[in-house]
């Protein structure tokens, strides 16, 4: 099921991410499709949010991931954009985060489409304008606002 939102700011993004993030029961993957300055880390920050955890949410560019646990929810922020292939996801740790109730958030998701699993919930980020983006949904009920 595919939604479209439309933010015009990234304090807009936020609040969509906070929504979001209020929804999630752990396990769930959403990964981004968009471009370079999209709003991804920010969407995350409102997803953080919403889940109770900080907004100290940064880019894992150069981390790969960054880990922000929370007492009932983790949220485990991966970047995709150096990893060039699904056996490049060995040496991120990648696979051991499946089996801990986490909530996975990828950035650059495209670079590993083929190791996403069936029931992954895509967040696609368009720049419409400088502050407006569309940001399209294709997950669950859940996410139907």
């Known amino acids: 099921m595919k939604r479209s939102y ?13 929504r979001i993030g209020k929804v999630l029961r752990g396990g769930e993957i959403l990964a981004y499709i968009g471009g370079l300055g999209a709003g991804k880390t920010t969407m995350t920050r409102g997803i953080a949010l919403g889940m109770g ?11 790969l991931v960054n880990e922000y646990r929370g ?3 983790s949220l485990i922020h991966f970047d995709m954009y150096r990893v060039g292939s699904v ?3 060995e040496s991120t740790g990648f696979y051991d985060y499946f ?6 958030v990828i950035e650059w998701s495209e670079n ?4 996403l699993p069936e029931n992954t919930v895509y967040i696609e980020i368009k720049t419409v304008s400088e502050d407006e983006r569309e940001i399209i949904i294709d997950g669950d ?3 139907e606002f």
């Open 6 to 18: 439309f933010t015009r700011s990234s304090d807009e993004t936020v609040k969509l991410g906070k």
């Open 53 to 63: 955890l900080s907004d100290n949410v940064s880019s894992p560019t150069f981390a």
């Open 71 to 73: 007492e009932k929810l």
């Open 87 to 89: 056996p490049d996801l």
């Open 99 to 104: 089996s801990d109730g986490s909530v996975l």
């Open 112 to 115: 590993i489409s083929e190791a």
């Open 141 to 143: 009920e859940r996410f």
